[in-house]
């Protein structure tokens, strides 16, 4: 459906936060989640008119309900609905909660849920809990198997950290036996509580990023990352050296501002829930309008203004790096992500600070 995707004009992705209330309150929350839901949330009647919004873009557009946890809402399923009527594509980002039972998963199926996303960050109850700092692995199996029971395609969401990144074979036994379509492995971005944890470095980095290739050439399964859109030059370079399909995709990747849109529990529209830098308000300017015209986000779709490596680099039409994660480390979305280890030749310009040894000299690349 989305081959020929205009990212200038649609996101691949539109994300609405519908709240910030959770039952949970996991260390890593990009949202800072609490209890209680805020008052100035979009209400019943903004959110259709969100939704409608939405429909504009496209044919099919895809809407992600998001969190907290959008249960908290008790309108969901309502909102579910008039999505699936407009003809979006309506998919869901639950917590792991109790609240998550087989009556409310059939429910959202019913309503017109395609797809449900549940967050799987260890092996074990012990690993899964111990990383959260809270109770949810019996709940999210539980949800995940509700899910598949209901016809309802399951993608699993995994953060990638210093905590879980030895995990994640393991972690991949666990997608492929919930019988989910999709794991998408996010690259933490140092934002909301997600700033006491320990990334990985960019070397253990690009070799998750190759395993991860491997992984997707294995299993029934798609793979795709979330802020680590590397991964696309990863697969290239594998595809040259012949250890991959030569076919590799060389179209542009999904990144904040450029095939994806965030709109925030009070209405602001964000490129991404990890870039919290508002465009616009939803309550004064349409979600389109402003991501199709807004200077931020039109910055971000340019990789040739980019600074630093990321600019200078080969495959910056393809990847682009993380703008999430060059906002978080440096206040510049269009500076270079300083996850990614890749130092393009001939470049001798200065790199992101966590690529320097405690030296200052500049690391090598991986390449």
Same mark, same amino acid.
Not at 122 to 131: I, L, P
Not at 294 to 320: M, N, Q, T
Not at 363 to 367: A, I, L, Q, Y
């Given at each position: 459906?989305f ?7 649609r ?61 908290a ?19 869901i ?18 309503a ?9 960050d ?10 959260r700092?809270e ?39 666990? /997608?492929?036996?919930? #019988?989910? %379509?999709?794991? $998408?492995? !996010?690259?933490l971005?140092?934002? @909301?509580?997600? *700033? ?19 992984v ?13 859109p ?7 370079q594998r ?23 965030? /709109?925030?529990?009070? #209405?602001? %529209?964000?490129? $991404?829930g !990890?870039?919290?830098?508002?465009? @616009?308000?939803? *309550? ?58 890749y ?7 200065p790199?992101p ?5 405690a030296?200052?000299?500049r ?5």
């Open positions: 459906m081959d020929d995707l205009d990212t200038d004009r996101p691949l992705v539109l994300v609405w936060e519908v709240t910030q209330a959770c039952g949970l309150a996991c260390r890593h929350c990009r949202a800072n989640a609490r209890p209680q839901r805020h008052p100035d949330e979009l209400t019943t009647a903004e959110g259709k008119r969100l939704l409608a919004d939405a429909a504009a873009f496209g044919d099919g557009q895809l809407v992600v309900l998001s969190g907290g946890d959008p249960l809402r008790d309108d969901l399923t309502e909102l579910v609905a008039h999505g699936d009527d407009l003809g979006l594509r309506m998919t980002t639950p917590s792991g909660t109790r609240s998550l039972t087989p009556e409310r998963v059939s429910d959202l199926g019913d017109g849920i395609a797809r449900m996303a549940l967050s799987l260890g092996s074990t109850r012990e690993r899964h809990d111990a990383f700092g109770e949810s692995f019996a709940d999210t199996v539980a949800a995940a198997r509700a899910a598949r029971d209901a016809g309802i395609p399951l993608q699993i969401n995994t953060t990638v950290c210093a905590d879980t990144v030895e995990d994640l074979p393991a972690i991949r036994d666990c /997608v492929r036996d919930l #019988g989910a %379509v999709l794991w $998408s492995v !996010f690259f971005v140092p934002v @909301g509580r997600g *700033r006491v944890l320990d990334p990985v470095s960019p070397e253990r980095a690009e070799a998750a990023m190759a395993w991860l290739h491997e997707s050439e294995e299993e029934r399964f798609g793979v795709k990352t979330t802020e680590a590397f991964y696309r030059r990863v697969g290239i595809a040259e050296a012949g250890s991959a399909d030569a076919g590799a995709d060389r179209r542009g990747g999904v990144t904040a501002g450029r095939g994806f849109g965030f /709109v925030g529990h009070t #209405g602001e %529209v964000y490129p $991404s !990890f870039l919290p830098e508002s465009a @616009g308000n939803v *309550r004064e300017r349409s979600a389109v309008d402003v991501y199709r015209n807004a200077d931020l986000f039109e910055s971000l779709r340019d990789p040739d203004g980019f600074s630093g490596k990321c600019g200078a680099c080969e495959f910056r039409h393809v990847c682009g790096g993380s703008r999430s994660r060059a906002y978080a480390v440096t206040g510049d979305p269009t500076d270079s992500d300083p996850l990614c280890p130092v393009p030749d001939g470049y001798d310009g790199l600070e966590r690529q320097r040894g030296d200052g000299e690391s090598e690349s991986t390449d």
